[in-house]
């Protein structure tokens, strides 16, 4: 699941001089992730694993790294 997160995040939101070194906790809002982009991966993964993720739990948090991310898609399974 992360590695299907991670080529969509480096090939479509963020540029990153080399997204293999991007680590699993490292902030992606640092690294220039911003609210269209966070809407844009949102959609990515409702449609690619099939959950719902509710606009209600939009938050720092869900989105700071790899790791939250997929945390708060397996939640939603």
């Not at 990515?44 to 993720?53: C, D, S």
Request: glycine share 6%; net charge negative; hydrophobic share 45%.
């Amino acid at each position: 699941m992360k590695e299907k997160l991670k080529a969509f995040i480096f090939s479509e939101l963020i540029y990153h001089e080399d997204p293999a070194s991007f680590g699993d906790d490292d902030d992606l809002l640092a690294a220039g992730l911003d609210s269209m982009g966070i809407m844009r991966l949102i959609m990515f993964a409702e449609k690619e694993f099939g959950v719902t993720l509710p606009d209600t739990e939009i938050e720092p948090d869900n989105v700071q790294s790899l790791n939250a991310l997929a945390r708060w898609i397996d939640q939603a399974r």
